[in-house]
């Protein structure tokens, strides 16, 4: 049983290969004995590192007699120093754009916190988890809850420090996605002066939460961030993050985007488009 769908795995493979440029030969032809062992093909390594991403295993797990764990550790940092996770996750963007179209007047940012175990410079005392070891991802999205933009810390950090990062990285996606002036939701911990002069320097629309006003009265486009939160909480990596290299964390959190991504733009475009392998169910296979 495959870790991810063919129908998710496959697009984001194809996006992925071209990224990495033209495959290195099995053997390198400057080996001065010529019988050194075969390089493992990138699509293999690829599809152990999606399985790590789904379960949340660490490398000699999901590691096998085609693939050892120094290969996957030593690929992944090299595909995470290159920042190909945010250049997949910016043309899955692109595709989502094209096809169904990103609603960008509402941007919504939140904070979310999971298990670091293994520590590492975005890992820090978990307030909500005896103090143990924690990540604390924020995660800016679209008002259907695609994700636009990703930053990391220690979980002990408030959301307020979080919020220009997270921005910037929504605002550097090729093409200039965001229009001028949109509204930007935060919830209640956002709220004091520091958080206002970041998003009017920015040129977003300050949307805040208020304190002591029940939901159904304060009706706010927030919804669809908690939604995209427990989306991407579905991969068992974002739960459990055991990597320390923040390369490799960052590369992580936006495969995980980018899946998240692929698997609406299908959901949704099953239902305005046919083609030939269009999935009948909102299960994907």
């Known amino acids: 049983m495959p870790a991810v769908p063919s129908c998710l795995l496959e697009p984001i493979w194809v996006e992925f290969r071209a990224l990495l440029g033209a495959e290195r030969p099995p053997f390198d032809p400057g080996h001065p004995l010529g019988c050194h062992r075969r390089r493992v093909p990138d699509r293999v390594v690829f599809e152990h590192v999606a399985a790590a991403l789904v379960h949340g295993s660490g490398d000699e797990r999901i590691a096998t007699a085609g693939c050892s764990d120094r290969t996957i550790r030593r690929r992944l940092k090299d595909w995470a120093e290159r920042g190909i996770g945010q250049q997949v996750h910016a043309l899955a963007l692109a595709a989502y754009d094209q096809i169904i179209g990103l609603e960008l007047a509402d941007v919504a940012v939140d904070g979310c916190r999971t298990k670091a175990p293994c520590g590492g410079p ?9 103090r143990k070891g924690g990540l604390k991802r924020s995660v800016a999205t679209e008002a259907a809850g695609i994700p636009l933009g990703i930053a990391a810390a220690g979980a002990g950090r408030h959301d307020s420090p979080l919020l220009a990062p997270t921005l910037h990285a929504a605002i550097s996606q090729p093409g200039g996605l965001l229009p001028e002036q949109p509204a930007c939701h935060l919830g209640a911990a956002c709220q004091g002066t520091p958080t206002g002069q970041t998003l009017t320097e920015l040129g977003f629309a300050a949307q805040v939460a208020r304190l002591g006003i029940p939901a159904p009265i304060q009706a706010t486009r927030r919804w669809p961030i908690e939604r995209t939160n427990s989306w991407m909480n579905g991969y068992g990596k974002l739960r459990r993050m055991t990597g320390r290299n923040p390369a490799i964390v960052i590369f992580y959190l936006y495969l995980a985007a980018a899946f998240v991504t692929i698997r609406q733009l299908i959901q949704r475009a099953r239902t305005r488009y046919r ?11």
């Open 122 to 130: 975005l890992a820090g005392p978990s307030p909500v988890d005896r």
């Open 275 to 285: 083609w030939h392998t269009r999935p009948t169910t909102k299960r994907l296979k």
